[in-house]
Protein backbone atom coordinates (compact mmCIF):
# COMPACT_ATOMS: atom_id res chain seq x y z
CA UNK A 1 0.00 0.00 0.00
CA UNK A 2 0.82 3.52 -0.91
CA UNK A 3 0.52 6.83 1.39
CA UNK A 4 -1.00 9.89 -0.21
CA UNK A 5 2.78 12.01 -0.11
CA UNK A 6 1.31 14.51 2.51
CA UNK A 7 0.27 11.59 4.88
CA UNK A 8 3.50 9.87 4.18
CA UNK A 9 6.05 12.21 4.91
CA UNK A 10 3.67 13.00 8.06
CA UNK A 11 4.14 9.15 8.96
CA UNK A 12 7.87 9.54 8.35
CA UNK A 13 8.39 12.56 10.66
CA UNK A 14 5.86 11.12 13.83
CA UNK A 15 8.06 8.01 13.62
CA UNK A 16 11.40 10.18 13.19
CA UNK A 17 10.83 12.40 15.77
CA UNK A 18 9.67 10.11 18.41
CA UNK A 19 12.35 7.55 17.65
CA UNK A 20 14.61 9.79 17.15
CA UNK A 21 26.83 29.08 2.57
CA UNK A 22 25.41 27.72 -0.35
CA UNK A 23 28.58 25.00 -2.34
CA UNK A 24 29.80 27.41 -5.22
CA UNK A 25 28.34 26.25 -8.78
CA UNK A 26 31.21 24.28 -10.35
CA UNK A 27 30.81 21.89 -12.62
CA UNK A 28 32.91 18.55 -11.80
CA UNK A 29 33.59 15.13 -13.77
CA UNK A 30 33.20 11.88 -11.12
CA UNK A 31 36.45 10.46 -10.75
CA UNK A 32 36.82 7.54 -13.82
CA UNK A 33 37.89 4.14 -11.94
CA UNK A 34 41.28 4.27 -13.74
CA UNK A 35 42.21 7.94 -12.37
CA UNK A 36 44.99 8.36 -10.45
CA UNK A 37 44.03 10.75 -7.80
CA UNK A 38 46.39 12.56 -5.21
CA UNK A 39 45.85 11.49 -2.16
CA UNK A 40 44.60 13.77 0.97
CA UNK A 41 45.59 14.03 4.41
CA UNK A 42 43.61 11.03 6.09
CA UNK A 43 41.01 13.51 8.34
CA UNK A 44 38.22 11.35 9.76
CA UNK A 45 35.01 13.05 11.07
CA UNK A 46 33.39 11.91 14.08
CA UNK A 47 29.58 13.08 13.77
CA UNK A 48 26.54 11.99 15.92
CA UNK A 49 23.40 10.76 14.40
CA UNK A 50 20.33 9.82 16.88
CA UNK A 51 19.31 6.77 14.43
CA UNK A 52 21.11 4.45 11.69
CA UNK A 53 19.79 4.49 8.50
CA UNK A 54 17.48 1.67 8.23
CA UNK A 55 18.11 0.42 5.14
CA UNK A 56 21.29 1.01 2.23
CA UNK A 57 18.39 0.90 -0.79
CA UNK A 58 17.12 4.89 -1.63
CA UNK A 59 13.88 3.51 -2.95
CA UNK A 60 12.80 1.05 0.43
CA UNK A 61 14.13 3.77 2.66
CA UNK A 62 11.66 5.83 4.82
CA UNK A 63 13.77 7.63 7.72
CA UNK A 64 15.46 10.43 7.47
CA UNK A 65 19.50 9.01 8.03
CA UNK A 66 18.68 6.15 5.64
CA UNK A 67 17.74 9.36 3.02
CA UNK A 68 20.76 11.38 4.34
CA UNK A 69 23.52 7.95 3.90
CA UNK A 70 21.68 6.93 1.22
CA UNK A 71 22.86 10.37 -1.10
CA UNK A 72 26.66 9.71 -0.20
CA UNK A 73 26.37 6.24 -1.82
CA UNK A 74 24.21 6.66 -5.14
CA UNK A 75 24.53 9.85 -7.21
CA UNK A 76 21.73 11.68 -9.07
CA UNK A 77 21.94 13.48 -12.84
CA UNK A 78 22.78 16.65 -11.25
CA UNK A 79 23.22 18.64 -8.09
CA UNK A 80 20.87 20.55 -6.99
CA UNK A 81 22.41 23.40 -4.83
CA UNK A 82 20.25 24.83 -1.67
CA UNK A 83 19.38 28.31 -3.93
CA UNK A 84 16.97 29.63 -6.51
CA UNK A 85 17.20 31.26 -9.35
CA UNK A 86 14.01 33.05 -10.80
CA UNK A 87 11.85 30.51 -7.92
CA UNK A 88 13.45 27.57 -9.26
CA UNK A 89 16.36 25.72 -7.26
CA UNK A 90 19.52 25.30 -9.46
CA UNK A 91 21.13 22.63 -10.50
CA UNK A 92 24.45 22.11 -11.66
CA UNK A 93 25.77 19.10 -14.02
CA UNK A 94 27.10 16.09 -12.18
CA UNK A 95 26.44 12.52 -13.71
CA UNK A 96 25.14 14.65 -17.43
CA UNK A 97 27.72 16.08 -19.26
CA UNK A 98 24.88 18.14 -21.96
CA UNK A 99 21.79 18.42 -21.72
CA UNK A 100 19.14 20.13 -24.86
CA UNK A 101 15.65 20.54 -25.41
CA UNK A 102 14.53 18.88 -28.48
CA UNK A 103 11.80 20.17 -31.30
CA UNK A 104 9.92 16.55 -31.33
CA UNK A 105 8.58 15.40 -28.95
CA UNK A 106 7.16 18.16 -27.49
CA UNK A 107 8.54 18.48 -23.81
CA UNK A 108 11.11 16.55 -24.56
CA UNK A 109 14.78 16.98 -22.64
CA UNK A 110 18.18 14.95 -24.33
CA UNK A 111 21.13 14.14 -21.47
CA UNK A 112 24.32 13.36 -22.32
CA UNK A 113 25.92 11.15 -19.63
CA UNK A 114 29.85 12.00 -19.00
CA UNK A 115 32.04 9.10 -20.77
CA UNK A 116 33.94 6.54 -18.40
CA UNK A 117 31.62 6.33 -15.41
CA UNK A 118 31.97 3.13 -13.50
CA UNK A 119 30.32 1.90 -10.43
CA UNK A 120 32.34 0.49 -7.54
CA UNK A 121 32.84 -2.68 -8.97
CA UNK A 122 33.76 -1.67 -12.39
CA UNK A 123 30.79 -1.95 -14.18
CA UNK A 124 29.75 1.20 -16.91
CA UNK A 125 27.39 3.31 -15.11
CA UNK A 126 25.36 3.98 -18.77
CA UNK A 127 22.18 5.40 -19.73
CA UNK A 128 20.09 2.33 -18.99
CA UNK A 129 20.74 2.89 -15.16
CA UNK A 130 19.18 5.98 -15.86
CA UNK A 131 16.51 4.57 -17.70
CA UNK A 132 16.06 1.45 -15.01
CA UNK A 133 16.11 4.28 -12.20
CA UNK A 134 12.80 5.71 -13.73
CA UNK A 135 11.25 2.36 -14.27
CA UNK A 136 11.60 1.98 -10.24
CA UNK A 137 10.41 5.15 -9.41
CA UNK A 138 7.56 4.97 -11.57
CA UNK A 139 5.95 1.93 -9.43
CA UNK A 140 3.61 2.42 -6.98
CA UNK A 141 4.45 -0.42 -5.01
CA UNK A 142 7.75 1.29 -3.17
CA UNK A 143 7.32 3.92 -0.31
CA UNK A 144 9.53 6.53 -2.38
CA UNK A 145 8.48 10.47 -1.79
CA UNK A 146 8.97 11.34 -5.05
CA UNK A 147 6.52 8.73 -6.67
CA UNK A 148 3.83 11.39 -7.52
CA UNK A 149 5.73 13.81 -9.33
CA UNK A 150 7.70 11.36 -11.11
CA UNK A 151 4.31 10.77 -12.96
CA UNK A 152 4.66 13.61 -14.79
CA UNK A 153 7.87 11.87 -16.73
CA UNK A 154 5.82 10.81 -19.89
CA UNK A 155 8.10 8.34 -21.35
CA UNK A 156 11.72 7.73 -21.87
CA UNK A 157 13.83 6.19 -24.64
CA UNK A 158 17.73 5.84 -24.00
CA UNK A 159 19.62 6.22 -27.59
CA UNK A 160 22.74 4.95 -26.56
CA UNK A 161 24.82 4.12 -23.96
CA UNK A 162 25.18 7.51 -22.63
CA UNK A 163 22.06 9.54 -24.00
CA UNK A 164 18.40 9.17 -22.73
CA UNK A 165 15.60 11.10 -24.14
CA UNK A 166 13.14 12.34 -21.71
CA UNK A 167 9.51 13.41 -22.67
CA UNK A 168 7.23 15.03 -19.61
CA UNK A 169 3.49 15.61 -19.48
CA UNK A 170 3.49 19.06 -19.99
CA UNK A 171 6.44 22.04 -19.99
CA UNK A 172 7.11 23.69 -16.86
CA UNK A 173 10.14 25.27 -15.38
CA UNK A 174 10.42 22.52 -13.04
CA UNK A 175 10.80 19.51 -15.03
CA UNK A 176 14.66 18.88 -14.91
CA UNK A 177 13.97 19.28 -11.26
CA UNK A 178 11.56 16.92 -10.81
CA UNK A 179 14.15 14.74 -13.40
CA UNK A 180 16.68 15.37 -11.05
CA UNK A 181 14.32 13.84 -7.86
CA UNK A 182 15.46 10.65 -6.69
CA UNK A 183 19.28 8.59 -7.26
CA UNK A 184 20.49 6.63 -9.90
CA UNK A 185 20.81 3.00 -8.92
CA UNK A 186 22.71 -0.19 -10.70
CA UNK A 187 20.77 -1.72 -12.63
CA UNK A 188 22.87 -5.04 -13.07
CA UNK A 189 23.29 -4.78 -9.09
CA UNK A 190 19.55 -3.65 -7.96
CA UNK A 191 18.01 -5.70 -10.92
CA UNK A 192 19.21 -9.36 -9.71
CA UNK A 193 17.34 -8.82 -6.47
CA UNK A 194 13.30 -8.88 -7.15
CA UNK A 195 11.77 -5.96 -5.55
CA UNK A 196 9.33 -8.12 -3.80
CA UNK A 197 12.82 -9.16 -1.88
CA UNK A 198 14.69 -5.58 -1.90
CA UNK A 199 13.54 -5.45 2.14
CA UNK A 200 15.14 -8.48 3.10
CA UNK A 201 17.88 -7.89 1.25
CA UNK A 202 21.80 -7.25 3.07
CA UNK A 203 22.34 -4.19 1.11
CA UNK A 204 25.54 -3.61 3.29
CA UNK A 205 27.28 -6.58 2.22
CA UNK A 206 26.67 -6.45 -1.42
CA UNK A 207 27.01 -2.66 -2.42
CA UNK A 208 27.65 -1.17 -5.69
CA UNK A 209 28.02 2.59 -5.26
CA UNK A 210 29.18 5.32 -7.05
CA UNK A 211 28.72 8.63 -4.63
CA UNK A 212 31.69 9.94 -2.96
CA UNK A 213 31.52 7.27 0.02
CA UNK A 214 30.69 3.54 0.71
CA UNK A 215 29.89 2.10 3.84
CA UNK A 216 32.52 -0.04 5.68
CA UNK A 217 30.99 -0.78 9.41
CA UNK A 218 27.16 -0.37 10.31
CA UNK A 219 25.56 -1.82 13.81
CA UNK A 220 22.77 -0.44 15.77
CA UNK A 221 25.71 1.63 17.35
CA UNK A 222 28.16 3.23 14.83
CA UNK A 223 28.76 2.96 11.30
CA UNK A 224 31.98 3.98 9.40
CA UNK A 225 32.00 5.35 5.64
CA UNK A 226 35.02 5.55 3.73
CA UNK A 227 36.24 7.84 0.72
CA UNK A 228 36.14 5.86 -2.37
CA UNK A 229 38.34 9.01 -3.93
CA UNK A 230 41.80 9.07 -2.21
CA UNK A 231 41.68 12.98 -2.96
CA UNK A 232 39.02 13.70 -0.72
CA UNK A 233 39.17 15.99 2.11
CA UNK A 234 37.65 13.71 4.61
CA UNK A 235 38.25 10.23 4.12
CA UNK A 236 36.60 9.01 7.01
CA UNK A 237 33.25 9.11 8.53
CA UNK A 238 33.10 7.67 11.92
CA UNK A 239 29.55 8.02 13.38
CA UNK A 240 27.96 6.93 16.55
CA UNK A 241 23.87 6.63 17.28
CA UNK A 242 22.85 8.49 20.19
CA UNK A 243 19.49 8.71 20.70
CA UNK A 244 19.23 11.43 23.73
CA UNK A 245 19.85 14.60 22.15
CA UNK A 246 21.47 16.01 25.60
CA UNK A 247 24.35 13.51 25.53
CA UNK A 248 24.72 14.35 21.39
CA UNK A 249 25.33 18.40 22.84
CA UNK A 250 27.41 16.89 25.78
CA UNK A 251 29.63 14.60 23.40
CA UNK A 252 30.29 17.55 20.89
CA UNK A 253 31.01 19.98 23.49
CA UNK A 254 33.86 17.50 25.08
CA UNK A 255 35.14 17.42 22.02
CA UNK A 256 34.39 13.31 21.71
CA UNK A 257 32.35 14.21 18.70
CA UNK A 258 33.72 16.56 16.01
CA UNK A 259 29.69 17.52 14.35
CA UNK A 260 26.31 16.28 14.86
CA UNK A 261 22.64 17.76 14.51
CA UNK A 262 19.26 17.29 15.99
CA UNK A 263 20.51 19.09 18.70
CA UNK A 264 18.14 19.30 22.02
CA UNK A 265 16.39 22.61 21.05
CA UNK A 266 16.32 24.13 24.43
CA UNK A 267 19.78 24.37 24.51
CA UNK A 268 20.16 26.54 21.75
CA UNK A 269 21.34 29.85 23.64
CA UNK A 270 24.32 26.99 24.87
CA UNK A 271 25.19 25.86 21.87
CA UNK A 272 25.70 29.44 20.33
CA UNK A 273 27.98 30.21 23.24
CA UNK A 274 30.14 27.30 24.08
CA UNK A 275 29.99 25.49 20.10
CA UNK A 276 29.96 26.35 16.69
CA UNK A 277 26.60 26.16 15.77
CA UNK A 278 25.54 26.22 12.18
CA UNK A 279 21.82 26.89 11.12
CA UNK A 280 20.23 26.54 7.89
CA UNK A 281 17.24 26.48 6.61
CA UNK A 282 14.80 24.16 6.92
CA UNK A 283 11.62 23.13 4.19
CA UNK A 284 9.88 21.53 7.74
CA UNK A 285 6.58 23.70 8.84
CA UNK A 286 4.29 22.88 11.38
CA UNK A 287 1.03 24.74 11.58
CA UNK A 288 -2.36 24.20 12.65
CA UNK A 289 -4.30 22.06 10.01
CA UNK A 290 -8.26 23.18 10.11
CA UNK A 291 -11.05 20.74 9.06
CA UNK A 292 -13.83 22.29 7.65
CA UNK A 293 -15.60 19.23 7.82
CA UNK A 294 -18.09 17.75 10.89
CA UNK A 295 -15.06 15.39 12.52
CA UNK A 296 -17.22 12.57 11.48
CA UNK A 297 -18.24 12.74 7.86
CA UNK A 298 -14.61 12.35 6.21
CA UNK A 299 -14.59 8.67 7.13
CA UNK A 300 -18.17 8.34 6.86
CA UNK A 301 -18.54 9.82 3.19
CA UNK A 302 -15.08 9.32 1.54
CA UNK A 303 -15.02 11.60 -1.58
CA UNK A 304 -13.62 9.56 -4.63
CA UNK A 305 -14.38 12.60 -6.59
CA UNK A 306 -13.61 16.38 -6.38
CA UNK A 307 -17.34 17.20 -6.79
CA UNK A 308 -17.92 14.73 -3.55
CA UNK A 309 -15.54 16.91 -1.79
CA UNK A 310 -17.53 20.07 -2.45
CA UNK A 311 -20.23 18.46 -1.68
CA UNK A 312 -19.20 16.99 1.39
CA UNK A 313 -18.28 20.06 2.82
CA UNK A 314 -21.53 22.00 1.40
CA UNK A 315 -23.70 19.40 3.35
CA UNK A 316 -21.30 18.34 6.75
CA UNK A 317 -19.77 21.56 7.65
CA UNK A 318 -17.95 21.99 10.70
CA UNK A 319 -19.79 23.96 13.08
CA UNK A 320 -16.78 26.11 14.04
CA UNK A 321 -14.42 25.98 11.66
CA UNK A 322 -16.23 25.75 8.20
CA UNK A 323 -16.28 29.66 7.60
CA UNK A 324 -12.94 30.89 6.20
CA UNK A 325 -13.64 33.90 8.33
CA UNK A 326 -13.57 32.13 11.34
CA UNK A 327 -10.36 30.54 10.88
CA UNK A 328 -8.75 34.00 9.64
CA UNK A 329 -9.33 35.35 12.91
CA UNK A 330 -7.84 32.68 15.13
CA UNK A 331 -4.65 33.24 13.31
CA UNK A 332 -4.95 36.87 14.08
CA UNK A 333 -5.36 36.06 17.95
CA UNK A 334 -2.07 33.80 18.00
CA UNK A 335 0.94 35.49 19.10
CA UNK A 336 3.29 33.47 16.79
CA UNK A 337 5.89 35.94 17.34
CA UNK A 338 5.81 35.80 20.93
CA UNK A 339 5.69 31.92 20.55
CA UNK A 340 9.24 32.43 18.67
CA UNK A 341 10.59 34.39 20.69
CA UNK A 342 9.62 32.04 23.96
CA UNK A 343 10.48 28.74 22.49
CA UNK A 344 12.50 29.21 19.95
CA UNK A 345 14.77 31.99 20.71
CA UNK A 346 14.21 33.80 17.37
CA UNK A 347 15.89 30.89 15.54
CA UNK A 348 12.76 29.71 13.60
CA UNK A 349 11.18 31.77 11.07
CA UNK A 350 7.13 32.97 10.81
CA UNK A 351 6.20 32.58 7.16
CA UNK A 352 3.56 34.09 6.32
CA UNK A 353 2.40 31.37 3.84
CA UNK A 354 4.03 27.99 2.93
CA UNK A 355 6.13 29.75 -0.37
CA UNK A 356 7.57 31.61 2.08
CA UNK A 357 9.23 29.00 4.27
CA UNK A 358 12.79 27.13 3.48
CA UNK A 359 13.63 28.16 0.35
CA UNK A 360 11.31 31.26 0.57
CA UNK A 361 9.57 31.83 -2.78
CA UNK A 362 8.39 35.11 -2.73
CA UNK A 363 11.11 36.56 -0.35
CA UNK A 364 11.44 39.23 -2.71
CA UNK A 365 7.63 40.99 -2.06
CA UNK A 366 7.26 42.34 1.55
CA UNK A 367 5.92 39.59 3.76
CA UNK A 368 1.84 40.44 5.17
CA UNK A 369 1.33 41.88 8.07
CA UNK A 370 0.80 38.75 10.08
CA UNK A 371 0.90 40.81 14.04
CA UNK A 372 -1.78 39.79 16.20
CA UNK A 373 -5.12 41.96 15.67
CA UNK A 374 -7.65 41.05 18.08
CA UNK A 375 -9.85 44.15 16.52
CA UNK A 376 -9.67 42.87 13.10
CA UNK A 377 -10.16 38.94 14.62
CA UNK A 378 -13.37 40.38 16.30
CA UNK A 379 -14.43 41.94 13.45
CA UNK A 380 -14.38 38.72 10.82
CA UNK A 381 -16.27 36.67 13.53
CA UNK A 382 -18.98 39.26 14.00
CA UNK A 383 -19.55 39.52 10.07
CA UNK A 384 -19.47 36.07 10.52
CA UNK A 385 -22.05 36.05 12.52
CA UNK A 386 -20.77 35.33 15.88
CA UNK A 387 -21.41 37.28 19.36
CA UNK A 388 -19.86 37.65 22.52
CA UNK A 389 -22.25 36.75 25.30
CA UNK A 390 -20.26 37.15 29.10
CA UNK A 391 -16.84 37.12 27.66
CA UNK A 392 -17.30 34.13 25.62
CA UNK A 393 -18.01 33.91 21.80
CA UNK A 394 -20.76 31.46 20.74
CA UNK A 395 -23.35 31.84 17.20
CA UNK A 396 -26.85 30.95 18.53
CA UNK A 397 -26.37 27.84 20.63
CA UNK A 398 -23.08 26.89 19.38
CA UNK A 399 -19.94 27.88 21.63
CA UNK A 400 -16.81 28.87 20.09
CA UNK A 401 -15.16 25.63 20.91
CA UNK A 402 -12.99 23.03 19.75
CA UNK A 403 -9.79 20.63 20.30
CA UNK A 404 -6.61 20.59 19.07
CA UNK A 405 -5.01 17.12 17.96
CA UNK A 406 -1.81 16.16 18.70
CA UNK A 407 0.62 13.62 19.90
CA UNK A 408 2.90 12.97 22.87
CA UNK A 409 6.59 13.34 23.03
CA UNK A 410 7.42 16.87 22.54
CA UNK A 411 8.12 19.60 24.96
CA UNK A 412 8.12 21.65 22.50
CA UNK A 413 4.90 20.39 20.73
CA UNK A 414 3.56 20.74 24.17
CA UNK A 415 5.00 24.33 25.04
CA UNK A 416 3.15 25.49 21.77
CA UNK A 417 -0.04 23.94 22.52
CA UNK A 418 -0.49 25.62 25.88
CA UNK A 419 0.68 29.33 24.21
CA UNK A 420 -1.64 28.42 22.09
CA UNK A 421 -4.70 27.57 24.05
CA UNK A 422 -4.09 30.36 26.56
CA UNK A 423 -4.22 32.97 23.77
CA UNK A 424 -7.12 31.35 22.08
CA UNK A 425 -9.17 31.17 26.27
CA UNK A 426 -8.68 35.18 26.92
CA UNK A 427 -9.84 35.89 23.55
CA UNK A 428 -13.11 33.88 24.42
CA UNK A 429 -12.57 30.81 22.78
CA UNK A 430 -12.67 27.22 24.46
CA UNK A 431 -9.83 24.59 23.53
CA UNK A 432 -9.45 21.27 24.75
CA UNK A 433 -5.76 19.76 23.93
CA UNK A 434 -5.99 16.25 22.93
CA UNK A 435 -2.92 14.49 22.92
CA UNK A 436 -2.44 11.03 22.42
CA UNK A 437 -0.29 8.39 21.09
CA UNK A 438 1.10 7.97 17.58
CA UNK A 439 -0.74 5.34 16.55
CA UNK A 440 -4.20 6.93 17.63
CA UNK A 441 -3.00 10.41 16.15
CA UNK A 442 -2.37 9.31 12.54
CA UNK A 443 -5.56 7.19 12.52
CA UNK A 444 -7.85 10.17 13.39
CA UNK A 445 -5.46 12.41 10.98
CA UNK A 446 -5.89 9.94 8.18
CA UNK A 447 -9.63 10.24 8.44
CA UNK A 448 -10.18 13.96 9.70
CA UNK A 449 -11.78 12.76 12.98
CA UNK A 450 -10.20 16.09 14.49
CA UNK A 451 -10.69 20.02 14.87
CA UNK A 452 -7.69 21.21 14.46
CA UNK A 453 -4.51 18.95 14.26
CA UNK A 454 -0.90 19.74 15.00
CA UNK A 455 1.33 18.68 11.89
CA UNK A 456 4.24 19.19 10.81
CA UNK A 457 5.20 18.34 7.10
CA UNK A 458 8.22 18.67 4.89
CA UNK A 459 7.74 21.14 1.99
CA UNK A 460 8.63 19.78 -1.70
CA UNK A 461 11.98 22.29 -3.06
CA UNK A 462 9.01 22.97 -5.74
CA UNK A 463 6.21 25.51 -4.84
CA UNK A 464 3.42 23.14 -6.64
CA UNK A 465 2.43 21.78 -3.12
CA UNK A 466 -0.43 19.58 -4.80
CA UNK A 467 -0.01 16.78 -2.90
CA UNK A 468 -0.88 19.27 0.51
CA UNK A 469 -3.48 21.79 -1.24
CA UNK A 470 -5.15 20.00 -4.09
CA UNK A 471 -8.44 18.85 -4.48
CA UNK A 472 -7.19 15.72 -6.03
CA UNK A 473 -5.13 14.71 -2.89
CA UNK A 474 -8.02 14.31 -0.31
CA UNK A 475 -9.84 11.77 -2.94
CA UNK A 476 -10.04 8.23 -1.71
CA UNK A 477 -9.17 9.46 2.26
CA UNK A 478 -5.56 9.63 3.67
CA UNK A 479 -5.09 13.27 3.50
CA UNK A 480 -4.91 15.88 5.99
CA UNK A 481 -5.48 19.53 4.35
CA UNK A 482 -6.20 19.06 1.02
CA UNK A 483 -8.91 21.38 0.15
CA UNK A 484 -10.61 22.40 -3.65
CA UNK A 485 -10.40 26.33 -3.66
CA UNK A 486 -6.56 26.36 -4.57
CA UNK A 487 -7.21 23.91 -7.68
CA UNK A 488 -7.42 26.10 -10.22
CA UNK A 489 -3.87 28.23 -9.55
CA UNK A 490 -2.24 24.94 -8.67
CA UNK A 491 -3.15 23.34 -11.90
CA UNK A 492 -1.75 26.60 -13.58
CA UNK A 493 1.35 26.09 -10.97
CA UNK A 494 2.41 22.80 -12.75
CA UNK A 495 2.60 23.85 -16.53
CA UNK A 496 4.31 27.40 -15.74
CA UNK A 497 7.27 27.90 -18.26
CA UNK A 498 7.63 31.50 -17.39
CA UNK A 499 9.98 32.52 -14.86
CA UNK A 500 7.49 36.05 -14.58
CA UNK A 501 4.48 34.28 -14.98
CA UNK A 502 5.35 31.78 -12.14
CA UNK A 503 6.18 35.07 -9.89
CA UNK A 504 2.70 36.35 -10.40
CA UNK A 505 0.88 33.12 -10.10
CA UNK A 506 2.64 32.43 -6.99
CA UNK A 507 1.42 36.10 -5.59
CA UNK A 508 -2.45 35.15 -6.42
CA UNK A 509 -1.97 31.31 -5.26
CA UNK A 510 -0.49 33.18 -1.25
CA UNK A 511 -3.55 35.49 -1.88
CA UNK A 512 -5.92 32.54 -1.95
CA UNK A 513 -4.40 30.82 0.65
CA UNK A 514 -4.51 33.70 2.91
CA UNK A 515 -8.18 33.89 2.22
CA UNK A 516 -9.28 30.87 2.83
CA UNK A 517 -6.43 29.94 5.74
CA UNK A 518 -6.46 26.16 5.64
CA UNK A 519 -4.27 25.86 7.87
CA UNK A 520 -2.22 28.43 10.48
CA UNK A 521 1.37 27.99 9.99
CA UNK A 522 3.50 28.46 13.51
CA UNK A 523 7.18 27.71 12.62
CA UNK A 524 9.23 27.10 9.92
CA UNK A 525 12.31 25.96 12.28
CA UNK A 526 15.88 26.84 11.33
CA UNK A 527 17.95 23.48 11.14
CA UNK A 528 20.82 23.66 14.05
CA UNK A 529 24.02 21.73 13.35
CA UNK A 530 27.64 21.60 15.25
CA UNK A 531 30.91 21.87 15.15
CA UNK A 532 33.23 21.01 18.29
CA UNK A 533 34.84 23.88 19.59
CA UNK A 534 38.28 24.38 17.90
CA UNK A 535 37.64 22.33 14.56
CA UNK A 536 38.26 24.69 12.03
CA UNK A 537 36.70 23.05 9.17
CA UNK A 538 34.51 24.39 5.71
CA UNK A 539 31.34 22.66 6.35
CA UNK A 540 27.52 23.08 3.91
CA UNK A 541 24.56 21.69 6.12
CA UNK A 542 21.70 22.15 4.04
CA UNK A 543 18.22 21.55 4.03
CA UNK A 544 18.97 18.97 1.24
CA UNK A 545 21.36 17.37 4.04
CA UNK A 546 23.34 17.83 7.18
CA UNK A 547 26.07 16.56 5.23
CA UNK A 548 25.25 17.94 1.98
CA UNK A 549 28.68 17.47 -0.56
CA UNK A 550 30.26 16.04 2.17
CA UNK A 551 33.35 15.35 -0.26
CA UNK A 552 33.67 18.99 -0.92
CA UNK A 553 34.17 19.55 2.84
CA UNK A 554 37.58 21.30 3.95
CA UNK A 555 39.64 20.61 6.80
CA UNK A 556 41.66 23.88 7.43
CA UNK A 557 42.95 23.18 10.66
CA UNK A 558 44.78 20.21 12.02
CA UNK A 559 43.27 20.20 14.72
CA UNK A 560 40.73 18.56 13.31
CA UNK A 561 43.11 15.55 12.17
CA UNK A 562 42.01 11.80 14.26
Known amino acids: MRFSPVTHAALFLVLFTLAC ?50 QLLFPSLFHELPTLKDSVPRLDPYLVVSHRRLETPANTHELKLKSGLTWSDGTPLTAEDVAYTLDIQQRDDLPWFGFTQKNLVASYQVIDETTIAITFSNNSLYNLVILNEGLIVPKHHFSKVPVSEWAKHDWQQDQVVYGPY ?29 RNRETLFTLVKSGDLDYAWNLPQERLTDIAQELQP ?15 LHPSAYAQNTPQTREDLRQLKKNNPHPVLADARVRRALTLVLDRANYLSRIWHNHADLPASPWRAGLGYLDHLSPPDDSVNLEQAAELLTAAGWRKVDDRWQKGDQP ?73 AALGGDNWTATTELDAQIEQLKVVADADELKTLLVDLENAYRELMPVTILYNGRRLAALRPGLDIEAHPSHLSPLYRLETWRVTSPTAAP
Open 21 to 70: GPTPSTQETPPAANEKQTAAPAHTLKIGMRFPPDILNPYISTNENGNIIN
Open 214 to 242: RVAELSDERMTLTARDPATPIQEVSAVFI
Open 278 to 292: LFYRDLFVSWLAWNP
Open 400 to 472: LHFSLLCYQGSDLRNNYLQLIQADLQRFGATVKLDVVEVSQYVKQAQTRAYDGVFFTVRLSSRPIFASLFHGD
